[in-house]
């Protein structure tokens, strides 16, 4: 039934949209098009499950551990790899992303194996009914807990003395540079604050699916969510992530559920060549 | 004014020349018999050290080299990354399924259709090149990539099915590619003239025009040369040789599969051509000789460390793959921060010190 | 300490272009105002860097010689400390944030501060420029030209610096305005009793501006000295001024 599907579209979308955002806090901060968002996806529902299930911690208590440890984990690929690559070609910052996101696959293979495991949580996993339509609990918990996390990063930025100063550097490198901000402060702010949203979306993904290095392919999608909403716009990231969302639930019932991954990346060479600045994003002067 | 005696240096160079030339050749030539036979002159040899290489993999690297040597002659010459240059593998595959498996045109006619398809596949992808430049145009190989694996998946599944497409065995004529020993004496000498084809590519007039205009637009359009043109005929020449090798991996796996042309071997050649370094020829060579040896050398070590327990254990001998896979992204991450030129262009600048030293202080 | 900033025997090249500065020696006394002149290229824009800590931002780097701010070294200092120290700075080019408000703008300029004196800085600089307070709450991007630069000016005033570097304030703008701002520029560095670099192709408004003056040419400075002295040297007069000696001359 279509209303059906738009539901689980606009659950799932509202995942991609978290993790679109935290790629595009990445992006506008540090100007860099970071390819290991997926992976860092995949080590959140990694550190939810070895929080959860393996260590058995306490929810709350575990929520907070991987949101550090992802911040954390955010934190030193700045200071360790991106920083001393300032000023490069951005080819070369994308090749570095793409490498990482190999090493990490790697470990994270080397020290849970291959075999996909579960994530169980205190999340409730069971169907409620409104009328004749089926409404999963878990989407509609991993929808609520994004919109608030993506509501939560808005007034952060916008009202907040230190939002204001992320978006001051956004805004105008050199000119942050002039007016005392501490520039590289708020890069690995904005490196912590894009993991951490990655890892919550990891968190509810790896609910969904199975917890396995192929949740890496479920994050890029976050990737063509950024383009199609408009890479340096924030409102756009989240919009981008709703009509992936959307869009990848529509091709798997109505035409088949192999089909998603070309529906989305022809959207994605569409938006390219048509309005490459994507849906919100703003025309660059001269070549884009 | 003064004559320098041009004459003995210069023969003595070429002579030299011609003696490397030689022993190259030779060694060349041994190699495969070296590899099977694992003895040299009579005298046995270890499996370490031979490095741990075998003639199949030898092999593979030459058909893996085509796709790094056509990558780096994109991006050295037009200046152009495609992250998916894996789909061109894909092509190429399909189109000797299509004329070889299903026609039953012969081995080197089915060469032929790869690389035109290959070439009409190139043409397209570039096209996005007319429009968009940067990291906009990395984005569409990427979105293209994936869109070529689907198909490739479709075709599979439409006439073939889950196990993989088959294919025929490969022969010259009457001459079967049967044994490693002759796909070695098949594949290297293409590959040979591939580079040769490539390199001699770069030194024409186009060639040379498009890689000094490579990065300044304005400058090629002031001159008249219409480097969005040029641009596309480099995109299709890479694509065609890519697209020959991937015929050439189907063949001799014999049966391949959509996940054999994933994003992670198309992003194998990218760390490839950065280790080795990007843009030039023989970095592609460079770079596909560590792909081949890391593994090779990893699996040497886990036969070695065949005692040893715990995570030790486990990352040598149950890990191999995902090992050379850390090391592998390692190398890259390392040399981008501090030789983002290569391992030939640490080489390049070791030799110029050299000189230097030898010539003045 | 007398001087607000030495700068000696200051040489910086950048990356593939040989020295842009060389050799280059100057002070500025605590609330002393130094004009610095040059034409395009000449290297007043790299001094600037060189003092802000910009420098490498932009491929360049030291080579040789000493900057000290109130008696303290500024090399290799990151440039937000040095706005901490006392440095304030309005670049060429503005370089206002477009996207945030007038009123967000100074807020960023006064975060080095301690809460409690934000408000009052910044409603200082609304005194002193009152076409930002009628434009506080719209985008940067959308002012002209000339509150464009008061915003770039007020920004850097809300810090109350003691070295105030102001780069090329007249580029772009209307004489008019040019004046007004100098005249505010004056008020407030004798209020603030801050020192004040300015670097200036319009010499003139330069000269009639500050007490001691520099040339600067091809990396070097070839004159300097008491701006009246600077002002009728014949160089000056020629290259700069438009020099009427000529015509004097019978």
New interface residues.
């Given amino acids: 039934m279509l209303i059906q599907v738009l539901l689980s579209g606009i659950a799932l979308g509202s995942i991609y949209g978290l993790v679109a955002l935290g790629f595009a806090v990445i992006f506008k901060a540090t100007d860099v098009f970071n390819f290991a968002q997926g992976m860092l996806v995949a080590f959140g529902a990694y550190f939810a499950v070895t929080t959860i299930n393996l260590l058995g911690l306490p929810f709350p208590l575990a929520i907070i551990a991987i949101i550090a440890a992802s911040a954390a984990l955010g934190v030193i690929i700045h200071a360790v790899l991106i920083q001393p690559l300032s000023g490069r070609p951005m080819l070369a910052i994308i090749m570095l992303t793409i490498a990482l996101s190999i090493v990490m696959r790697a470990v994270i293979e080397i020290f849970f194996g291959l075999q996909g495991r579960t994530l169980t949580t205190p999340i409730p996993t069971g169907i409620f009914m409104v009328g004749e339509i089926r409404i999963s609990q878990l989407h509609l918990v991993a929808a609520c807990v994004s919109w608030v996390c993506m509501a939560a990063f808005f007034a952060f930025f916008r009202f907040t003395p230190i939002g204001l100063l992320m978006r001051a550097t956004a805004d105008g490198y050199e000119a942050a540079l002039v007016s005392g901000i501490n520039v590289k402060v708020m890069n690995r702010l904005a490196w912590g604050i894009g993991a951490s949203l990655a890892a919550v979306g990891g968190l509810f993904l790896g609910q969904l699916q199975i917890v396995s290095t192929e949740l890496e392919h479920i994050g890029l999608l976050a990737l063509p969510a950024v383009v199609i909403g408009g890479m340096q716009s924030i409102p756009g990231a989240i919009v981008g992530g709703l009509l992936v969302g959307l869009i990848e639930q529509l091709a798997a019932t109505y035409i088949s559920p192999k089909s998603t991954d070309i529906v989305v990346y022809g959207l994605l060479l569409m938006i390219l060549m048509i309005r490459p600045w994507g849906l919100f994003g703003q025309r660059e002067l001269g070549r884009v | 004014m003064t004559q320098t005696p041009l004459n003995p240096p210069r023969a003595a160079a070429r002579w030299a020349r011609y003696v490397r030339r030689l022993v190259a050749v030779s060694v060349l030539v041994y190699l495969p018999f070296l590899l099977t036979e694992r003895q040299i002159f009579g005298y046995a040899l270890s499996n370490m050290q031979l490095l741990n290489i075998g003639l199949s993999q030898v092999n593979l690297m030459l058909i893996t080299m085509l796709g790094a040597l056509s990558l780096n002659y994109l991006t050295g010459s037009a200046g152009l ?1 495609s ?1 998916g240059h894996a789909a061109f593998y894909a092509v190429g595959a399909m189109t000797a399924a299509m004329t070889g498996s299903q026609w039953g045109w012969p081995f080197p006619v089915v060469l032929v259709a790869a690389a035109i398809s290959g070439a009409a596949a190139g043409l397209l992808a570039g096209l ?1 090149s007319l ?6 145009f ?3 190989t ?3 990539h ?2 070529v694996v ?1 198909v490739f ?1 479709e075709y599979q599944y439409k006439f073939f099915d889950v196990v993989g497409v088959p294919y025929k065995a490969a022969e010259l004529g009457n001459w079967a590619l049967n044994t490693p020993v002759r796909w070695y004496f098949f594949l290297l000498p293409l590959t040979v003239a591939i580079y040769w084809l490539l390199r001699n590519s770069l030194r024409t007039r186009e060639g040379r025009a498009m890689q000094a205009m490579r990065d300044h ?1 304005l400058a090629a359009t002031a001159n008249g040369i219409d480097v969005r043109i040029l641009r596309l005929k480099a995109f299709a020449f890479s694509s065609s040789i890519a697209a020959v090798g991937g015929a050439l991996y189907a063949y001799y796996l014999t049966n391949v599969t959509s996940e054999f042309f994933g994003i ?1 071997f198309a ?1 194998q050649f ?2 490839m051509i ?1 280790i080795g370094g990007m843009g030039s020829l023989p970095g592609a060579v460079v770079g596909a000789a560590v792909w081949l040896l890391l593994p090779s050398i990893i699996n040497g070590l886990a036969a070695q460390a065949g005692d040893t327990t715990g995570l030790l254990r ?2 040598l001998v149950d ?1 191999k793959p ?5 090391i ?3 190398l ?2 390392v040399l ?2 501090f030789a ?1 030129w290569g391992i030939t262009g640490i080489v390049n600048r070791l030799r110029a010190r050299l000189a230097a030293w030898k010539s003045g202080s | 300490m007398t001087t607000a900033l030495d700068i000696r025997d200051l040489s910086v090249r950048y990356a593939s272009k040989g020295l842009a500065l060389d050799g280059v020696s100057l002070s500025i006394p605590k609330s002393g105002v130094v004009a610095l002149l040059g034409a395009n290229g000449a290297g007043k824009t790299t001094l600037i860097r060189a003092i802000s800590g910009l420098l490498s931002l932009h491929g360049g780097q030291i080579v040789r010689g000493s900057i000290e701010m109130d008696g303290q070294s500024v090399i290799g200092v990151p440039a937000h400390t040095l706005v901490r120290r006392g440095l304030g700075q309005v670049p060429e080019g503005r370089l206002v944030f477009k996207q945030l408000s007038v009123e967000e703008n100074l807020k960023v300029g006064a975060a080095v501060l301690p809460r409690a004196t934000e408000r009052e800085r910044i409603d200082a600089v609304y005194a002193l420029f009152p076409r930002l307070l009628e434009r506080r709450t719209q985008a940067a991007g959308w002012l002209s030209g000339g509150e464009q630069q008061m915003l770039a000016l007020g920004r850097a005033l809300v810090t109350q610096p003691r070295l105030l570097l102001v780069d090329e304030l007249s580029l772009g703008l209307a004489p008019l305005i040019v004046s007004a701002i100098y005249r505010q520029l004056d008020l407030v560095g004798k209020t603030l009793g801050a020192a004040i670099l300015v670097v200036e192709q319009n010499a003139r408004l330069a000269l009639d501006f500050a007490d001691t003056a520099y040339v600067l040419e091809r990396g070097r400075v070839t004159l300097s000295g008491p701006v009246a002295e600077v002002a009728n040297s014949a160089v000056v007069q020629e290259a700069y001024l438009g020099s009427r000696k000529r015509e004097d001359e019978a």
């Fill in positions: 990354i992250i996005p429009r968009v430049r940067g990291i906009y990395v984005l569409s990427f979105a293209l994936y869109i689907f998946m637009e992670h992003i990218i760390a950065i486990s990352i890990h995902q090992l050379v896979q850390a592998f992204g390692s890259v991450i981008l921060i983002p």
